[in-house]
């Protein structure tokens, strides 16, 4: 028997418990805890048409990967005014802003940058002392056009919030209305099937789509273990992510992993199975499957 044989009638055996039961699937919190049996509902901003990507504030510097000649929106509770980043020129960046919306286009491939927004503050009746925002912008050729809508929760709760603007975008506030509810188990049943359910038991899901990947290849997901890891595939549903990666244990022993050591920002982690056989053993595979509030590649830390 093969080896890629036997690891594909391993994970083909372990598909009833992820196609069947949604409650056997142990999905981790980014705390660590396991899920309740009944799934946290989350709710979607899914559309095809009109793509939003939803990012809630929390004053942690925001990864933005723009796509080199591509014009991107980033939309923000209320009006804003910008510093570009310093080490930026104005031949690799083009920045505009119209009220509360930040017009960015790359003309030239660059790292990472530190955009530096401000809101308006009603209080004072100037820029001065409202909310900052801290983007960290990067660009290539793959990089995402997505339309992104800031949520600032300490904006509507002091009542500064400018709901004039927000009832403005009708398109977003028409596809958060008309969005099914997808939850995190949901994704996972959903990309361990397509990954290794037969043909004839795959199904499209009409709020599931698959993105590009934008890593091919990763270095030291997984702290305290020598790991090849390499992304497989990547969805997005309901408003979140989950991006499936291939895990290879690279030592001369057995490995238990555990779903709280992976790097990154993660909703959740699931493990196909936790126990690795050594190296060039038949079970030195599995996958892990990473939700996520951001693309793949921007919920990467190292």
Known sequence: MTRKLATLIICLSLLPKLLVAA??????R???TAYPDKPIKVSGSYQEQTAFERIFWNKTPVAITLKTGKERLIHFPDM???RPPEERTS???KVSVVDNVV?????DDFTTGRMRVQAFNHTSGSFEGGAMYFLDLSARSNGSTEQ????DKTLRQ???INTEQLSDKKSFSAAQEQQPTIDMVELVRFA????????????SHSAIYRLPLQIKKLKSLYRGGELQSIPLASWKGGGLYITAVKLQNKTKMKLTLDPRLFRGQWRSRTLQHTGLSHFHSETDTTTVYLVSDRPFHESLWF
């Open 23 to 28: 409650q056997d699937v142990t999905v981790y």
């Open 30 to 32: 980014s705390d660590g």
């Open 80 to 82: 804003v005014r910008v």
């Open 91 to 93: 031949d690799e960046l």
């Open 103 to 107: 017009y960015l286009k790359a003309l």
């Open 148 to 151: 992104i809508q800031f949520i």
């Open 158 to 160: 002091s009542g500064k």
């Open 192 to 203: 361990s099937q397509q990954l290794y359910a037969p043909e004839r038991l795959i199904q």
